[in-house]
C-alpha cells in the first residue's frame, strides 16, 4: 500500500508545486523559494506527513472542498443512470410481457402475405392515414376498395387495377382484431446493392401469448393462398442474389396443351412419383433430386408443358437466368441453394446461355487438329463468328451447382434447349437430366387436337366423347345454322364475323368481340380431320399452328378453307429467306476457299429438313 500512496504524494505535489498540510493548508516548496499561493506555517514548524492508509488518504481527499463536490456529483449522476436503466428495464420487461412485435421485409414471401391481409380488413374504411395502393401484390385480391368503384365500368374492364386501402408509409395506426389490440408500421431501409429501399412491416399485438399472432399468420396466409388456389407463382433472382416473387400466372389445364400421345402422361406421371418418394430416396442414399431435359424445334410446346405442370402439381416455378447480369460460378450455386424443397427449377434455353458451346468434345477436335492436316475452311462453325461473351458461367460450375455438395434437394429441375448436339455429355447425365424429352415439329394428330381445342365450347372442353347416339341426339336440335352439307359450304363461303378494311390499315383476321358459331363435337371433328389432312406432317411448328387459327379464331370454315393457303405461302416464305442466306453467304465461302464456286454453294445450300422418327420420349435411367 505504501507505493501507491507514494505514488500518489508525489502527483499531488507536483500538482501543487508543494507540500500538504492537513486541514487544507497549502503546499510549501521544497526550496526555500515560497510559492505565490503558499502559507507560511507559524513558528516555522514542518508539514505533516503525506498519509500512508486508505483511510487517511479518504480523509485528506474530502478535505478539497472542489474534490468532494465532483465526488458527490458522480455519485449522484451513478445512481440516477443506475435508476434510469432499472426502469427501462422493468418498462421493456412489462412490455414484452403484455405486446407481442413481429417485423416482416419486403424480399420475404410473408410480407405479401400480411399486406394481401391488411388490405381485406374492415377497418381500413375508417382509417385517416392511408396509402392508396393498385399494387396486387402478386395477385388478384379482394381489397377494401373505394366505394362506387363496383359501378365502375373501367373497374370491372380492368379487374386487377383495382383500388385498395394500405397502411401509409412512415406512420402508426392501430385497430382492434379480435378483441385484441393492434399496431400497424410500416418504414423503409436501405439495404442491398445501389442502395436499395426496401419496405418493412411492424405488427405490435397486445396479447399475453402467441395464439393471436399465430391466428394471424395462419389468416393471411390462407387469404394469400385462396387467392392463389388458381394460380402459380414465379420467381427471379436479384443482384444480391435473393429470389423475389415477380408474377403470378393462372394455371394453365394440361388439356389444353396438345403433344404427342404418352408424353404428357410421362411427365405427370413421374413427377408425381417423384414427390412422393423422398423415403425411399433417403433409404437408398440417393440424392433427392429429379431433371428434365426438353429438346427439340422452337415454338413445340416446351416452356407451355411446364406452365401447365406446374398448375397440375401445385409448385411455384423459379427462373434461373443463366444471363443475369452479375452471375458468376459462386452466385449460381448460391440461389440454387436457396431453392425451396419442393418448386420447379426452370433454365431455358440453356445452350444460348454461354459465349462458348457447352460440348467439351467440339473444342477438343479443334484442338486436336494435326499442323499438317488441312483444316476445314467449308465448315460451317469455323465460318460463324464467335459469340459475344455475356456470361461468367463456366461448364464445371453449372455441374456443380446442379448436383455439388452444397446443391438442393426436392427441386425439379426443367431445361430447355433447340440444340441438344451442343450440350456435353456430363451435363446430360443421369443425375443431372434423368429424362430427356425431344418436342419435334407438329404431326397431323398435334394439328387435329389444336383446331379442337379452338372451336369446340368452353363447356366441352377435357370432356370425353360421346357415343354415337348421343351425338346424334344432340345433332337433331342443333339450331346452329350449319346442319347440312349445303350449309356448311355456304357458311364458309361466308364469313361469320366479316371485317371492314380500311385502305389505311393492314389487318387479318377477326375481332374478338364476335363470337364463333356453337359446334357440336362431331363437326368439330370432322372440320378437325379436314384441317389436319391439310397440314403437312412435321413441318411447322405449334406455334406457327396457333397463330395461324388465331386469325380465325371466330371462323372454323375458313381456317380449314384457308389452309392450304395458308401452307403455300408459308412454304414460299421459307425458300425466299433460304436463297436469301445463300446468296450472302457464297461470296464469302468463295473468297475463302480455293474450292469450285459450284462446290462452295452445294456445301453451303441447306439441305431440307429430314425430320427422324426415333421414340418420342427417350427415359435415362
Known sequence: MATPLLIAQQVFSALSGGSLQPGGASLSACSNTTSVNGTVFPGGSEPAAFPTDFSSLLTFLLSFSALSNWLKLALLGTALESCRRFAFHMYYRIYNSIFITARFEEDDSSYDWMMVWLSTQPSWKTARDVQISTRPF?????????????????????????????????????????????????????????????????????ALNHRILNQILLEAKKTYQAAQEHMISVYVSDISNNWRHIASRPKRPLNSIVLDPGIKDLLIDDARDFLQSKPWYAARGIPFRRGYLLYGAPGSGKTSIIHSLAGELGLDVYVISLSRL???????????SELPEKCIALMEDIDAAFSQTLNRDLDQEEEEEKPGKPKKDNDPRRNQPPAPSTSRITLSGLLNALDGVGAQEGRILFATTNKYSSLDPALCRPGRMDIHIEFKLAS?????????????????????????EEEATEEKGDDSGYSSADEKEKAAETPIAPVHHRDSVSFSGSSHSARAPELSRRKVASLADRFAATIPEREFSMAALQGYLMAYKVRPFDAVKEAPAWVEKERAERTKKSNTTNQATAPAAHSTSAEPLSKVNDIEKPEPETVKEPETVQAEA
Open 138 to 206: 402478386g395477385l388478384v385480391s379482394s381489397a377494401v376498395r373505394i366505394e362506387g368503384e363496383e359501378e365502375d365500368g373501367s373497374a370491372i374492364m380492368n379487374k386487377t387495377r383495382q383500388l385498395a386501402y394500405l397502411p401509409a408509409s412512415a406512420s402508426v395506426h392501430s385497430f382492434f382484431y379480435r378483441k385484441h389490440w393492434v399496431r400497424v408500421t410500416r418504414g423503409t431501409k436501405e439495404g442491398g446493392y445501389y442502395g436499395r429501399r426496401e419496405d418493412t412491416l411492424e405488427i405490435c399485438i397486445m
Open 326 to 336: 452479375g452471375l458468376d460460378d459462386t452466385a449460381l450455386g448460391e440461389i440454387i
Open 444 to 468: 397431323k394428330y398435334q394439328a387435329r387436337e389444336l383446331y379442337q381445342c379452338f372451336y369446340l365450347p368452353d363447356s366441352e372442353l377435357g370432356k370425353e366423347e360421346k357415343s354415337g
